[in-house]
T-cell receptor
Framework: QKEVEQDPGPLSVPEGAIVSLNCTYS??????FMWYRQYSRKGPELLMY????GNKEDGRFTAQVDKSSKYISLFIRDSQPSDSATYLC?????????FGAGTTVTVRA | SQTIHQWPATLVQPVGSPLSLECTVE??????LYWYRQAAGRGLQLLFY??????ISSEVPQNLSASRPQDRQFILSSKKLLLSDSGFYLC????????????FGPGTRLLVL
C-alpha cells in the first residue's frame, strides 16, 4: 500500500465550476500537508500548506485536512482555464516529503 | 527572495554515457537540498537529500550519485546511464530547521536513448 493515495484523474470541468481534489494517507506521523500545482514540463509550485486539521483558505483555494480520517482535500472555486494543471498532494515527516501521484485537471473555457 | 536554478533544462543522452545535472540555490544559506525523479504519470520519487556540504543521504539504490561541493550547489551524476534513468529530475530546497515545505526548481528533462 502506498503511503499517499491520490486519484490520477483526469478531471475535466467547465469554467466556473468547483474543482475538488482528494488524497488519503496511511502514516499518522505526517506533520505538514501541502498542495502543489505543476504545469506541463515545469517544476511543482507550492499552492498551500497546513499542519492542523480544519480548513485554510487562500483566495479561490481552500485546503482541508482531517487527521482523524487521514484525508486531505483541495477545493478550487470559480475555476479558470489557467487552473488546468496537475495537482500533487504532499505530506512530510522529518526531512521527507511523500507525494501523491497527482491529479490532472482540465478547465474547459 | 530565494531562487533555485537547474541546468540543463533538457538533455538527450545515449545509454552508457555519463551524466551531470546541476542545481544552485540563491538567497538563502545552509539549505536542505533534495533530488527527485518524476516518471511520466507518476509521483515524485526522492533520490537524495543533503543537510550540509559533503553530507548526502541516498533513498534509492541505483546507478546515480549526488554531491554537494558548496553550500548552495547540488549535483546529480551517473557514470553510465541506463534507459530507465529517463525522466524529469527536480531539485528542491527547504529551510533549516523548518521542514514545513520544499520549493522546487524548474527541472531537467532527461531522455536516454
Amino acid at each position: 500500500q502506498k503511503e499517499v493515495e491520490q486519484d490520477p484523474g483526469p478531471l475535466s470541468v467547465p469554467e466556473g465550476a468547483i474543482v475538488s481534489l482528494n488524497c488519503t494517507y496511511s502514516n499518522s506521523a505526517f506533520q505538514y500537508f501541502m498542495w502543489y500545482r505543476q504545469y506541463s514540463r515545469k517544476g511543482p509550485e507550492l499552492l498551500m500548506y497546513t499542519y492542523s486539521s480544519g480548513n485554510k483558505e487562500d483566495g479561490r483555494f481552500t485546503a482541508q485536512v482531517d487527521k482523524s480520517s487521514k484525508y486531505i482535500s483541495l477545493f478550487i472555486r470559480d475555476s479558470q482555464p489557467s487552473d488546468s494543471a496537475t495537482y500533487l498532494c504532499a505530506m512530510t515527516v522529518d526531512y521527507k516529503l511523500s507525494f501523491g501521484a497527482g491529479t490532472t485537471v482540465t478547465v474547459r473555457a | 527572495s530565494q531562487t533555485i536554478h537547474q541546468w540543463p533544462a533538457t538533455l538527450v543522452q545515449p545509454v552508457g554515457s555519463p551524466l551531470s545535472l546541476e542545481c544552485t540555490v540563491e538567497g538563502t544559506s545552509n539549505p536542505n537540498l533534495y533530488w527527485y525523479r518524476q516518471a511520466a504519470g507518476r509521483g515524485l520519487q526522492l533520490l537524495f537529500y543533503s543537510v550540509g556540504i559533503g553530507q548526502i543521504s541516498s533513498e534509492v539504490p541505483q546507478n546515480l550519485s549526488a554531491s554537494r561541493p558548496q553550500d548552495r550547489q547540488f549535483i546529480l551524476s551517473s557514470k553510465k546511464l541506463l534507459l530507465s534513468d529517463s525522466g524529469f529530475y527536480l531539485c528542491a530546497w527547504d529551510r533549516v530547521p523548518s521542514q514545513e515545505t520544499q520549493y522546487f526548481g524548474p527541472g531537467t528533462r532527461l531522455l536516454v536513448l
